[in-house]
């Protein structure tokens, strides 16, 4: 498939906007991405034809909005390869898929002594959760060093696993270095030990073509919103075995077969662990976004990034007092960098006033600025749709504002 | 390229990011109080020389972007000499001029610190420059505790 950037741009409408009057540069994909048309009108469209609350209802409406929702959860596992729809729980987001796992296959398996191993570049999102659960049960959060490039290093994560381990929690890519882990085989000397994995996939999801089956990880996670999908919307995906086993997240409606007052029988995947009306009409949104992205193709996707990606690394080098935050030999879309003597939120209020947006500060993962010893970066993200002369803007920018700081 | 940006960083915000005045620990300070903005990572310690209630020396550590350099090294240069009611006052007219809603703020009340009256435009970047402030309201009540902007 031929990919033209230019008519990719025009499925996102507020590429259109003027930011201080001057053509938008979005370069913060990490944080979140924005939205194709297809996305925004599958959402207006649910609320204007097929709305009604999910599951059980008999009329219409509810019967139309229940396959559209149903049908997204299908798009979901087709997109990563799950061998079930019942592996696919809809969450608010990646960081409550975690959440979700530390509170109920981390307090059903998980005890005082034992050991959950994570790397030295985790997001919050996959450091805190851990955190509290070793606060409830008493077990030790082992983290798994980076070298310089901001790699794993592979052998001293090795050498954390061992009868104690009970979980390997890692981030798929990371989002403040760009990194991305060699989680096959992460995952392939877990296993070994009979170490269950979870893999981290907020950044991964919208740059690399996810196979959970081929992966063979027991949990993947990831949001919505980064994947060009609307905001509140994640999924958690599971073994199916793993989640049968697991003991249900939130009690309420939807997640249960029969209630009475001494005792409730809870409903089967995924629905165990969606208590409460979903999030019906962004999900369905999501489900669009799916159908967009295989509309281009991630591997389209995956050639225009890393080209990107390339092009900004070599222009970054080239500027005298620039320091790139994150080399690692496999990277993603993403250019941390610091410059000398300039602080971040300087160089993003600079940058914001020539219309590009990037991101600046600690990219909630305030142990990695302490590993490079640096309070915040500045960080450009890239998406499908930005373009070279987008990353000429950003680095001509750049110089100019390294030249006012003088 | 940055004409929209003058009114925020002007050229007196350059000259004290480039070498802030009073960048150096007071070894027998009165007061000493650690700010913190957990948002964008600035940290800064403030040093204060004490005779009675006049404020005889004050200095500060720490790393920060131009605006909150620029803040702190203003700020120790007013404050030196002041009473701490004068201080106090000055804190809250600070903070009136960077966060307040009147238009017609009398920006000669706060002499040299005007330079930094433009973070109001600037919502993100207001606690840059109110860091150093609060941080000297801690140490004018005394606090010990670090103090946060969040």
């Not at chain 1, 080239?318 to 941390?336: D, F, N, P, V, Y």
């Not at chain 2, 403030?46 to 006049?54: P, S, T």
Request: proline share 3%.
């Amino acid at each position: 498939m031929t990919f033209d950037v230019e008519k990719i741009r025009q499925d996102f409408p507020i590429l259109k906007e003027k930011i201080r009057g001057k053509d938008l540069v979005y370069l913060d994909n990490a944080a979140t991405c924005q939205k194709p048309q297809s996305v925004i009108d599958s959402i207006v469209h649910v609320y204007s034809h097929d709305y009604a609350n999910v599951h059980r209802g008999v009329h219409t409406l509810s019967v139309r909005s229940t396959d559209k929702f149903e049908g997204a959860r299908t798009k979901v596992k087709d997109f990563i390869n799950a061998a079930s729809d019942k592996e696919i729980i809809f969450v608010k987001g990646a960081t409550e898929a975690i959440n979700l796992v530390a509170q109920t296959f981390g307090k059903a398996n998980i005890k005082a002594g034992d050991e959950i191993v994570i790397t030295a570049m985790e997001h919050h999102s996959n450091i805190v959760p851990w955190q509290m659960l070793c606060e409830q049960t008493g077990a030790i959060l082992k983290v798994a060093p980076i070298n310089q490039a901001g790699e794993l290093i592979f052998a001293e994560f090795e050498q954390l696993l061992n009868d104690k381990t009970r979980l390997v929690s890692v981030v798929h890519m990371s989002n403040a270095l760009g990194t991305i882990n060699p989680v096959k085989a992460i995952i392939e000397v877990a296993h070994a030990k009979n170490i269950p994995v979870l893999l981290d996939g907020a950044q991964a999801i919208p740059h690399i073509q996810v196979d959970v089956q081929a992966l063979d990880c027991d949990f993947y996670v990831f949001s919505g919103h980064k994947l060009y999908g609307p905001t509140g919307t994640g999924v958690l995906y599971g073994k199916q075995a793993l989640l049968e086993a697991m003991p249900p997240y939130q009690g309420g409606g939807d997640m249960i077969r029969k209630v009475t007052f001494t005792e409730t029988e809870y409903n089967t995947l995924p629905y165990k662990f969606e208590a409460g009306t979903p999030n019906i009409a962004d999900v369905i949104g999501l489900g669009a976004a799916i159908d967009y992205i295989n509309s281009i193709g991630m591997d389209v996707i995956a050639a225009h990034e890393a080209d990107l990606l390339h092009y900004a690394t070599e222009k970054a080098q080239a500027i005298k007092g620039l320091r790139i935050i994150g080399e690692a030999e496999e990277k993603g879309a993403i250019l941390s960098f610091v410059l000398d003597k300039i602080h971040p939120h300087d160089i993003g209020t600079m940058l914001d006033s020539l219309g590009i947006a990037i991101r600046a500060g600690h990219h909630c993962a305030m142990p990695v600025m302490d590993f490079y010893n640096v309070p915040a970066t500045a960080r450009a993200s890239f998406g499908l749709y930005n373009t070279r002369q987008e990353i000429d803007v950003l680095m001509n920018g750049i110089e100019s504002l390294i030249e006012v700081f003088g | 390229m940055f004409d929209d940006l003058r009114d925020l960083y002007q050229e007196v915000i350059f000259d004290h990011n480039r070498n802030p005045r009073n960048f150096r620990i007071i070894e027998d300070a009165d007061r000493k109080v650690e700010g913190f903005n957990p948002l964008c990572g600035d940290r800064l310690t403030l040093y204060l020389k004490m005779a009675g209630n006049v404020i005889t020396d004050a200095s500060f550590q720490g790393s920060g972007c131009a605006i909150s350099t620029a803040s702190v090294s203003l700020m120790t240069e007013i404050v030196k000499g002041k009473t701490e009611q004068e201080a106090d006052t000055l804190f809250k007219q600070f903070h009136e001029m960077t966060t307040g809603k009147d238009e017609h703020f009398n920006l000669e009340a706060v002499g040299k610190l005007a330079v930094l009256a433009g973070v109001r435009e600037y919502p993100a970047r207001v606690k840059c420059a109110t860091l150093a402030w609060h941080t000297l309201d801690a140490a004018l009540k005394n606090q010990q505790e670090a103090i946060s902007t969040e």
